[in-house]
C-alpha cells in the first residue's frame, strides 16, 4: 500500500503579515472565524501558563491507526517553524508518537505537534520546552506497522479541514486553523478586536460603569 506523499502547492504569506498574526490570540481568531476552530478537546499537553504557545503553518499527515507510517514520513519532511498537525481519526487505540519522534520534531526546531489522536512520553514531552504538544488521548500503547497513510494532503482535526500551509495557532484556550486566504482578509478585524478589548480593559481599571462600556440598557 505506502505512504502517499502529495506534493502540496503552499501559498506565500508576507513575513510581515505572519508577525501581524504572531500577536492575535486564538480566543480573537476563533471569535472571527469559528468554523477554523479545531475542536476544544485536542488540547494541550500542559496545564494553562506551562506551554509555549504554537504558530506555524501546517504540515499534514493522516494516519490509520495502530498504523503510523504516515507520522514518520511526516517527521522527516518538516523543517523549522513549521506544525505538524496529525489526522488520526480521533482514536485512542494506540499512541501514534512519542518522545523519540517528539525528540527529532524538537531537534529540527518544528513550531509544535497537533495531534487528533493519541500521544505517549508525556513526561519526556513536557520537558521539550521549544515542542507544544496538543493531543485528544495519552495511551501507553504504542503502534504497531508503517505502511499505510497520507502526508501533505488536507486532513479533518477536531471537526477541522486543514491543508497544508494553514497557519495554525495554539494556546491556553485552544486551536484555530487558519488558510492563506483568509489571513490577509481577517487581520484588521482582528487587530480592532484586539484593540477594542484593550479600550474595555482601561475603562473598566478606570471605574466606568459596566453598562456604559457594553451598551447595557
Not at 17 to 34: G, K, Q, S, T, Y
Request: proline share 7%; aromatic share 4%; hydrophobic share 50%.
Amino acid at each position: 500500500m505506502g505512504v502517499v506523499v502529495h506534493g502540496a502547492e503552499v501559498a506565500a504569506v508576507p513575513a510581515a503579515l505572519m508577525a501581524r498574526w504572531r500577536a492575535i490570540p486564538v480566543p480573537v481568531a476563533v471569535d472571527l472565524a469559528p468554523e477554523r476552530q479545531i475542536d476544544p478537546l485536542v488540547r494541550a499537553l500542559l496545564p494553562a501558563g506551562q506551554q509555549a504557545d504554537l504558530f506555524g503553518r501546517a504540515v499534514t499527515a493522516r494516519c490509520l491507526p495502530p498504523d503510523f507510517g504516515a507520522v514518520l514520513e511526516g517527521v522527516g519532511r518538516i523543517g523549522r517553524g513549521e506544525v505538524l498537525v496529525i489526522d488520526a481519526g480521533g482514536s485512542r487505540e494506540v499512541a501514534v508518537i512519542g518522545d523519540v519522534l517528539g525528540g527529532e520534531l524538537a531537534r529540527k526546531g518544528v513550531a509544535g505537534l497537533v495531534c487528533d489522536g493519541a500521544v505517549r512520553d508525556t513526561g519526556n514531552l513536557a520537558r521539550m520546552a521549544g515542542l507544544p504538544v496538543y493531543a485528544r488521548w495519552v495511551n501507553p500503547r504504542g503502534p504497531v506497522g508503517a505502511a499505510a497513510g497520507e502526508v501533505n494532503g488536507t486532513v479533518t482535526v477536531g471537526g477541522c479541514e486543514v491543508a497544508p500551509g494553514d497557519l495554525v495557532i495554539g494556546d491556553a484556550d485552544g486551536l484555530v486553523a487558519l488558510p492563506p486566504a483568509m489571513l490577509a482578509e481577517l487581520i484588521e478585524a482582528a487587530e480592532a478586536k484586539l484593540a477594542l478589548e484593550a479600550e474595555w480593559t482601561a475603562r473598566l481599571r478606570a471605574g466606568e460603569p459596566i453598562g456604559a462600556i457594553f451598551g447595557l440598557p
